[in-house]
Nanobody
């Protein structure tokens, strides 16, 4: 079973920055072709935030383009989400997620909302 464990959430002021990390269990990382983040605010719907494919191609939601950057450290099996210029509307639970290699789906912010694998989530709260 693939395990995804997030860290790095917390509180920030508007305009501030946070970096989320997600450690992917080493044994199974080869089974994943797409990694990314989705978020869900209390009472809200899931929103795909960013994805990175095994090719390195990235995709971002319009709401975070230019502010967030997704990256991966393949050697250490860690996924990152650098979040800059945070806004109160970024407040949500953020989940690390991935698609199985066997799943024939495009790696992008739409598909990452319904992943094969996901972590427990980490809370991000941005105050104005």
């Amino acid at each position: 079973q693939v395990r995804l464990v997030e860290s790095g959430g917390g509180s920030a002021q508007a305009g501030g920055s946070l970096r989320l990390s997600c450690r992917v269990s080493d044994i199974y990382i080869l089974n994943i072709h797409c990694l990314g983040w989705f978020r869900q605010a209390t009472g809200g719907q899931r929103e795909g935030v960013a994805t990175i494919a095994s090719t390195g191609a990235t995709n971002y939601a319009d709401s975070v383009t230019g502010r967030f950057t997704i990256s991966r450290d393949n050697a250490n099996s860690i996924l990152y989400l650098q979040m800059n210029t945070l806004q109160p509307e970024d407040t949500a639970m953020y989940f690390c997620a991935g698609h199985a290699r066997s799943r024939n789906v495009e790696c992008g912010v739409k598909s990452i909302r319904t992943p094969n694998y996901r972590g427990q989530g980490t809370q991000v709260t941005v105050s104005s």
